[in-house]
Structure formats: structure tokens, C-alpha cells
């Protein structure tokens, strides 16, 4: 079609050309050598017209591809935010702040949501912190309780020992008492077994044979139920 009007403004610019004079048929002549100059440039520019429209929907295209690209990465980085926001550890942190980063531009909001995140981590931390450092120090009170008590456990098995040590002590004395007051009691039943020497008709008895007389050996029991007295001489009173 348009090359059909091209060829109609040739063919009228040469028609117009045949009947030409003077100064203002030369004006109209060069005006009309131009025009289809135009026209001949315009019908070569037909395929360059046809590369520029090429060249424009390329350009859309590539355009059309970048946004969807583009919107792509929003989707993305709004996907691996919401995941750290449900999740917050630090991997989910660090891949939704590379999405955000890859983003050119508009991502001020989303940079908002990834310090949230950021901050909700760092509280974690320190709970998690606080946490262990109270379950040290429970540890350590634990374990100082039972230094406690054992310690208590060897005073007392200490103290123990020195009270069965002193019953132990107080049973032997008694024993020793016991077997002191036995002998006591035996001693003058021994005593009165002691050999002394009597008279047949002295009221003394002697530990020997003490001035004249028959002195016989008796038993001081002996002599004791015959009611002789022990004599001042040998007995010293
Ligand atoms: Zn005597």
C-alpha cells in the first residue's frame, strides 16, 4: 500500500515537471525533485522502518523479560522473608538478605522486615544466652550443695567415730573398774587366806614366829573367828 502511493507521487511529480517555466516552475521543479527524493528514500526506508519496529518489539521484549524478572526477585525475596519471619534462624536471615540485596531498588520496606527479623534473632541469642548462664550457675549451686553435704556427712562420720571411740574408752575403764572392784573384793578373802602364826592360848596372832611359845601357821581367817587380835609388834600398832 504504501508503496503503491510512493509510485503515484513519482508518477504526478514527473507529469507536474513536463510543463514547467521560469523561476517558479524551478522552485516547484526542486521542490518537487525533493519530494521524490523523499518518496525514493522513503521507499528504501521501507525495510529500515520495518528493522526499526523490530528493533522496538525487541526492546519491549527485552523490557517485558527484565520486569518479569525483576518481578521475580520481589516474589523471591518476599518468599525467603516471610520464611525467616516464621522461622528466624540465621541461615533463613542470610538468604533472605541476599534476595533483598539483589534487588535494584523499592525494597526499603523489606529491608524494615529483614532488621525485624535481625533483632528477633539477636533476642533469641541472648535468651538462649541467658538460659545457659543460669543453668551454669544452677549447676554450680548444685554442685556446691552437695560439696555441702558431703562435707557435713564426714564431720559427722568424724564425730561418730570419736563418740563410739569414747564409749569404747568409757567400757574398757568401766571394765577396768569392774575388774579393780572384783579384785577388791577378793582382796580380803585372799588376806584372810594369808598364812599368820598363832599360840594355843595367845589372844594375838603373828606374822612370825614372834617371842617364845609353840607357834603354830594358821590362816588369818583362822585365827580371826577364834577372835585373836593381830599383834602390835609385828603389825606396827
Ligand atoms: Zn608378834
Request: aromatic share 2%; with cysteine.
Amino acid at each position: 500500500m504504501k508503496k503503491l502511493v510512493a509510485l503515484f507521487l513519482v508518477a504526478g511529480s514527473l507529469l507536474s515537471g513536463c510543463g514547467a517555466t521560469t523561476s517558479t516552475t524551478q522552485s516547484t521543479s526542486s521542490a518537487q525533485a525533493s519530494s521524490s527524493s523523499t518518496a525514493i528514500s522513503e521507499s528504501t526506508a521501507d525495510s529500515s522502518k520495518e528493522q526499526e519496529q523490530i528493533e522496538k518489539k525487541k526492546e519491549e521484549e527485552k523490557q517485558k523479560a527484565e520486569k518479569a524478572a525483576l518481578e521475580k526477585k520481589v516474589t523471591e525475596a518476599e518468599s525467603a522473608l516471610s520464611q525467616a519471619e516464621a522461622n528466624p534462624t540465621k541461615e533463613n536471615y542470610a538468604t533472605a538478605s541476599a534476595a533483598i540485596q539483589a534487588l535494584p531498588e523499592n525494597k526499603q520496606e523489606l529491608t524494615n522486615r529483614l532488621a525485624a527479623i535481625d533483632s528477633t534473632i539477636k533476642a533469641k541469642e541472648a535468651e538462649e544466652e541467658r538460659k545457659k548462664q543460669e543453668e551454669i550457675a544452677r549447676q554450680q549451686a548444685e554442685q556446691a550443695q552437695q560439696e555441702a553435704i558431703a562435707q557435713q556427712q564426714a564431720e559427722q562420720a568424724r564425730q561418730e567415730a570419736i563418740a563410739q571411740q569414747q564409749a569404747e574408752q568409757a567400757r574398757q575403764q568401766a571394765a577396768a573398774e569392774q575388774a579393780s572392784q572384783q579384785a577388791q573384793a577378793a582382796a580380803p578373802e585372799q588376806n584372810n587366806e594369808q598364812t599368820v602364826y598363832v599360840t594355843p592360848t595367845g589372844s594375838k596372832y603373828h606374822t612370825h614366829k614372834c617371842g617364845n611359845g609353840t607357834y603354830t601357821p594358821a590362816t588369818l581367817s583362822e585365827a580371826q573367828a577364834r577372835g585373836l587380835t593381830p599383834c602390835s609388834k609385828c603389825y606396827g600398832n
